[in-house]
């Protein structure tokens, strides 16, 4: 815990994308998180295809914007398209189909403790338009449109940001006790990830990334306890085995070994495990594990592991699938 505790405060005040400052995909502490849902019960008339690159749109046009970055939050963007209507062009050289849809966005909050239940916060509407040699053509060309410089829905964006950034100012609290909440229920992935969610404009910031990483040692520490015992067994396998049959259960070991985060508590035990096995391996084994080992132990690639474990819980996690907005 005390290595994290250290790491936390590297973490607090030097950004992820210290490491790594062309993947647009990496996140940034503290930023205003937006996660893009797609509602039941809105853009009936959009097929499947349809729907996933209007939600592929919005994605890029946040991330590209830097106003606010995608992620789990309990604020959502969705969007909801309805075609007005869809005419045939006949007076050019061939026949052409034009499409008029209204594309409406919202920005709703969930309820604490009410996952069904969420409030809009911010809405915005505009017309698009698109034309193609079918019906269906037209409307993807309507949804092409939909630019990440578009300066409407940037300026919802903005708007929507301002007013995520003023609820934790004045709800901090709450969300704080929301985390905790999940975390008393065992829920480590959805509290890590509210926790994550905070912006660093919000007065409980500090406290919510610190919890963040205490949950994380915690959340580590059962993982870890799993993946030891899987281990064990490996290696009491391996014991009773030889020759080539024993180098690919070896292999399977260090694989094993390599998907245990070296920040965890019980990383420190693989040593021990591996004495049962030291008068079977070669010398170029013993370098392997070696080399695994030093690699792991490198305090900016345990920097690195601590980041990219919390990404990937943060990712990871899901919101409901019957969300209803009380409009």
């Keep these: 815990m005390k290595t994290l505790r250290f790491l936390f405060f590297l973490i607090l005040f030097i950004p992820f994308r210290t490491y790594g400052q062309e993947n647009k995909n990496e996140l940034t502490p503290g ?7 797609l509602m039941d019960n809105t853009n009936k008339e959009l097929s499947g295809n349809q729907i996933d690159k209007v939600r592929s749109r919005l994605i890029n046009l946040v991330n590209e914007s830097g106003i606010a970055e995608i992620g789990y939050s309990n604020f959502l963007l969705y969007p909801n398209v309805l075609i007005n209507d869809i005419k045939l062009d006949e007076n050019g050289l061939s026949k052409l189909y034009v499409a008029s849809c209204d594309l409406n966005l919202y920005v709703a909050r969930i309820q604490p403790g009410e ?18 040699a079918t019906k269906e053509a037209a409307i993807q ?8 410089n578009d300066e409407g829905i940037i300026n919802f964006i903005k708007e929507a940001k301002n007013k ?10 709450d969300v704080l006790k929301e985390a905790e909440r999940l975390n008393d229920l065992q829920d480590y992935t959805g509290a890590i990830s509210l926790f994550f969610s905070i912006p660093d404009g919000a007065s409980c ?4 990334y610190e919890r963040s990483i205490g949950v994380y040692d915690h959340y580590l520490t059962i993982e870890c306890n799993k993946q030891m015992m899987e281990l064990k067994s490996l290696i009491t396998l391996a014991s009773n085995k030889s020759d080539n049959s024993f180098d690919d259960l070896y292999n399977d070991i260090l694989e094993k070994i390599e998907k245990i985060n070296p920040v965890a508590s019980c990383y420190g035990d693989i ?3 591996l004495q049962s096995l030291d008068n079977k391996l070669s010398a170029k084994q013993k370098q392997d594990y070696e080399l695994l080992i030093v690699k792991q132990k490198n305090e900016n690639e345990l920097q690195r592991e601590l980041i990219k474990g919390m990404e990937n819980v943060y990712r990871n996690q899901t919101l409901p699938n019957n969300i209803i907005v009380n409009h």
């Excluded at 995520?164 to 609290?173: A, D, G, M, R, S």
Aim: hydrophobic residues 35%; charged residues 15%; contains cysteine.
């Design 164 to 173: 995520i950034v003023q609820y934790f100012t004045e709800h901090c609290n």
């Design 271 to 273: 040593n021990a495990l």
């Design 115 to 132: 996952s069904g239940a969420a409030g809009i916060y911010s809405s915005y509407s505009k017309q698009i338009r698109g034309v193609g």
């Design 31 to 37: 930023k205003v998180k937006i996660f893009v849902y």
């Design 141 to 148: 060309n309507a949804i092409n449109s939909i630019k990440s």
């Design 205 to 208: 910031y500090s406290k919510a």
